[in-house]
């Protein structure tokens, strides 16, 4: 593990290895930890990989025992979104209405929700009725309530008396853990030992892609001393230049810490070359700098002193120097509030620490406040001008909303860095690792691997043969893992994947469905084949669902399982006369949305990538804007990848799309979002109109218009144009798939089977036999409904055929007919309207819409 907090400034943690940051070589202040006037035991807080942090909390129940060791408990409280879901559905309000509302709400008090629907066009006639009222009434008389008791990410007590004798507990929901019934705050107060074990995806990241190097015997390649095969990280080169250069460019996705979109604008400006500036980096895009108002002024002399050697610093007072010299005459560090209070006001070591702690505490304004009279008296014992004094205690008050200790932001700014420095050296081993300990971090697995393809590492589909149950490193390039399959998981990903490797790789389609057990569905099977886990075994897609669904029958059919009832069996050999049917194979639209129905992220190709063509001929791409002049106004379209509106942002929302390019940072003002919420807050994929702005190597886009990205029905796709290639990936890869040249079938992604428009050319006799009534299953209805919405619109060219006049029809012969039979197609034809043959990026949208792209939103 590794230490994190102000416990990172103790020598000795250090020393006995709790920490990996040297705090005399750092000049970490140590009072922030401890100090002669502290009443309680300090604080520590260690990260630990995802999978052995469980273990460790089992092990201290193991040496302690259940009576002396316990969790901390939190007291979550109900919050607009809980409120409207639980309420509404126990009022029997529309749960589509419910869901649209918490999605669209602002508000995080359920106290708001009254105003909230009087401002939502989509609600403003429904807050009159009754039981829209009565979800506003009562969304307000339980607005802060708590909801239920929950545990804590990590915090545990360790008490020398059994805890029963102090503090009330209860069985968690995990066995063999206890939980007690006070939060971390009254459990500091009662003065117990608290160690924090906090789980930290970035950290199980590197643990993994350290021994996939090792595994791969490629360890060396960036310098780096070798330790049994595997790359020391705590002695790589922490003044690489070719580095940093790549962190000051802001190409930072996937890296711990500074990938955010905020951090990528502040990182061009603010542009770090050590890990003193790094740690800086990592504690000023939080809340209390923010709110503070130290973040422009830090910017702005970080770039005067780069222009200028000689630029002399600020200070609101020459008592501040001290206090403040390593962070440019700004607040940025928890622990420089502390210096502050002593340097200008002439606190106490006991005052400082009190100081502290309501900083830590929730609603810690008020708390804060207590302290203003005492400061201001300080200030004017030590010759500081009242206005002066006001100004600061607005900086100290501001780091109540939340700021970095700075031994906290010096152990994640190595993090950052040394997850930088394995992402450019070992890429490879970084993207396997980030693939497999989602979710983590700022973007969806869908940006993370259109980033990977931009860094030259194709993302492979899963493959029967090839795929292990997690992502894998193939050559230089990324194989995801059977396990993300939709409807598969890793339990039975792990039951195939050791079949595999006792029996040998699976020969075809009935060899996979003779050698699996029946837990795996018809349905994740076809999910497999949809994106090309059977690729190649020689036949397409369709004719591979076609034959898994001559083996399994439908789902309804709870007898028939294709010989794979998980127990030996002598398979009876019988000809079926439609095994052979031959069907054409996707198109590259349909491999695409097939990807984000059953990976929920494209694997080759953006999703604009197949209507470029089809886009207003206005837009620009991303890689454009640098080339237009400051204040341009600009046409964009591309695909959300995170939303944010900080409480800090006075209203304004910030919007980071991407097109084929890359990325573009959207800023919404609040009039404009006002306008169009639904579209920013709802549309996976938007058209934004704005003015280009320019701030050195920054780049934003400022909204005049959010709408949501739309394509005239009837236009016909175009293949991608071959184009050059950007990052190992060329723009005309999917020219190269399979693609249906004359007819097509329906491109549409049924839930288990293939639906035939107007079946009458086989099925028609089949249907006028007499017979029981096949049983209804799941999907029934809707597969009724779309048939008769094809005869519906293929009635009136019935009736003009019923006019016609027709030969008699022979009676049947008991004798054997000597004619030759017609044969059954050999690719199936489209046997709907021949204008439909070929299918629009309307509907191409409209399919990916119903199965969006990741979007991560906060605020």
Known sequence: GRGRGSSVSSIICYLIGLSHIDPVETNLFLGRFLNEALNTVPDIDLDFPRNIREELILSVYEKYGNEHAGLVCTFPTYRL??????IGKSLELPLGDLEKLSKLAEHRSAGGLKEELETLPEFKEKIKAPLWQALGELAEEIAGL?????????????????????????PAAWEGRVLCQWDKDSCDDAGFIKIDFLALGM?????????????????????????????????????????????????????????????????????????????????????????????NPYVTRRENQRANPNYKIPYEHPLLEEALGETLGVIIYQDQVLKVCKALAGFTDGQAEGLRRAMSRKRSKEAMNTYKEAFM????ANGVPEEVAEKVFHQVVGFSEFGFPKSHAAAFGLLAYQSAWLRHYYPTEYYVGLFNNQPMGFYSLDALGRDARRH?????????????????AEGKDLRIGLGFVRGWGEEIAEVIVAER???????????????????????????????????????????????????????????????????????????????????????????????????????????????????????????????????????????????????????????LFEDEDGPINVIVKPDIYKRDRTTIRMEPFVAVKGRLQ????????????????????????????????????????????????????????????????????FEKAEAEKPGPQKPAGPGTDQRERRRQSAQEEAAPERRKEARRPREP???????????????????????????????????????????????KSWG
């Not at 804590?152 to 004798?165: A, K, N």
Request: net charge negative; aromatic share 6%; proline share 10%.
């Open 694 to 761: 320019k701030d050195g190597e920054t780049i934003n886009v400022i909204a005049f218009e959010v709408k949501a990205l739309r394509l005239a029905n009837g236009a016909q796709p175009p293949s991608p144009r071959p184009g050059p290639t950007r990052g190992g990936v060329s723009r005309d890869t999917a020219a190269s798939r399979p693609a249906i040249q004359e007819e097509e079938l329906f491109p549409s992604l049924p839930g288990t089977q293939e639906w035939w428009p107007d079946r009458g050319k």
């Open 456 to 472: 030259g590492i194709e993302t492979l589909l899963p493959h029967v043969n090839r795929s292990a149950v997690r992502a894998t």
């Open 377 to 380: 008296q300080g200030t004017m």
């Open 501 to 655: 490797e006792r029996n040998g790789p699976f020969r075809s389609l009935p060899d996979f469905l003779r050698r699996t057990p029946a837990t795996l569905k018809r349905p994740a099977i076809e999910n497999l084949i949809w994106v090309g886990g059977f690729d190649d075994f020689g036949l397409t897609r369709r004719e591979l669902l076609w034959q898994a669904g001559l083996w399994l029958g439908p789902e309804t059919d709870p007898e028939r399982t294709g010989g794979r009832d998980d127990h030996a069996q002598v398979e009876l050999e019988l000809a079926d006369p439609y095994a052979d049917l031959r069907f054409s194979a996707m198109q590259a639209e349909e491999q695409m949305v097939a990807e984000y129905r059953m990976l929920r992220f494209s694997a080759s190709l953006h999703p604009l990538a197949l209507i470029r063509d089809q886009l207003p001929p206005s837009t620009v791409s991303s890689g454009q804007l640098k080339e237009l002049p400051n204040r341009s106004t600009v046409q964009l379209a591309g695909i959300v990848v995170a939303r944010q509106r900080p409480q800090t942002a006075k209203g304004y929302v910030f919007v």
């Open 81 to 86: 979104r809980s409120a409207v879901r639980e």
């Open 203 to 295: 950290l199980s990241l590197v643990e993994e892609a350290v021994d996939l190097i090792a595994e791969r015997g490629t360890a060396g390649s960036g310098g780096e001393p070798v330790v049994e095969g595997a790359p020391d990280l705590s002695r790589i080169n922490f003044h690489d230049e070719e580095l940093y250069d790549l962190i000051c460019s802001g190409d930072t996705v996937g890296i711990f810490q500074i990938e955010s979109r905020a951090q990528m604008q502040m990182i061009r400006r603010v542009r770090p070359r050590n890990l003193a500036d790094l740690a800086v980096e990592v504690a000023l895009v939080r809340p209390g700098p923010i709110v503070g108002g130290a973040v």
């Open 809 to 855: 029809v022979p009676k049947p012969s008991t004798e054997p007919s000597t004619e030759p039979q017609p044969e059954l197609p050999k690719v199936r034809e489209w046997w709907g309207k021949p204008e439909e043959a070929r299918k629009s990026p309307f509907y191409y949208l409209t399919a990916l819409r119903q199965s969006p792209p990741g979007t």
């Open 146 to 170: 708590p909801r239920h008791v929950s545990q804590h990410v990590g915090g545990m007590i360790i008490s020398s008396r059994p805890l029963v004798e102090i503090v009330p507990l209860e």
